[in-house]
């Protein structure tokens, strides 16, 4: 399992917008990559065109508001996560590349 240093500001962001999620804040401070899946998991919208319809119907607008609100923010923390992995990951196997 690849290791990543999270900075502090990312960590701080993934916790806020899962407060009750223990494991992904353990993965987290261990630094370990499945962060990457479940913030890619998290960043897609699940509602149905059907759903959708059904929930604004029944007055449940600002529901689906916050939805796509929340799946908005995971995009951004998802695409920071992949900065950060393509980057740290890149330099890892980089620098032990070069070692050989």
């Given amino acids: ?9 990312f ?3 993934v916790k806020a917008e899962f407060p009750n999620l223990e494991e992904l804040h353990r993965a987290l401070d261990r630094g370990n990559i499945s962060v990457g899946a479940y ?16 929930a604004f119907n029944e007055g449940r607008s600002r529901e689906l508001k916050n939805t796509a609100e929340k799946v908005i923010r995971c ?26």
């Fill in 11 to 13: 960590v701080d962001k």
């Fill in 1 to 9: 399992m690849e290791i990543m240093e999270y900075p502090k500001e």
């Fill in 75 to 100: 995009k951004k923390l998802f695409s920071e996560w992949w900065r950060l992995a393509r980057t740290q990951l890149y330099n890892s196997t980089a620098h032990y590349g070069s070692s050989l």
């Fill in 39 to 54: 913030l890619e998991a998290s960043r897609r919208f699940w509602m149905s065109p059907e759903e959708i319809v059904r």
